[in-house]
Nanobody, 123 residues
Framework: QLQASGGGLVQAGGSLRLSCAAS????????IGWFRQAPGKAREIVAT????????YYADSVKGRFTISRDNAKNTVYLQTNSLQPEDAAVYYC??????????????????WGQGTLVTVSS
């Protein structure tokens, strides 16, 4: 089971640290991604990280503001979000890649999803 947490209400320019905790099994050999979905919009990729944390990918819209990291000992992936803007408001989800030891950068390759956490940004 994947559980995303850490969302909330923040003013524009603020920061939040999102966490994606896995329980029941380890995903230490799988890439994990953060995705988001705003009302009326399609779900989009935000950032992904490979199994050992060496490789990362960011959507252009968050590059330089968001940082993805993971702690395999804690079975947790993090998303540090800085300089949040109203357009970052969405439900944020984490998901596990479909195959181990493979680094995917497209949403279709992530097939095990957790429940999301809501991020609201006030202007």
């Amino acid at each position: 089971q994947l559980q995303a947490s850490g969302g909330g209400l923040v003013q524009a320019g603020g920061s939040l640290r999102l966490s994606c905790a896995a329980s029941g099994r380890s995903y230490s050999t799988y890439a994990i991604g953060w995705f988001r979905q705003a009302p009326g919009k399609a779900r989009e990729i935000v950032a992904t990280i490979n199994w050992n944390g060496v490789r990362t990918y960011y959507a252009d819209s968050v590059k330089g503001r968001f940082t993805i990291s993971r702690d395999n000992a804690k079975n947790t992936v993090y998303l540090q979000t800085n300089s949040l803007q109203p357009e970052d408001a969405a439900v944020y989800y984490c998901a596990v890649a479909r195959s181990p030891y493979t680094f995917y950068q497209t949403i279709g390759n992530y097939n095990y999803w957790g429940q999301g956490t809501l991020v609201t940004v006030s202007s």
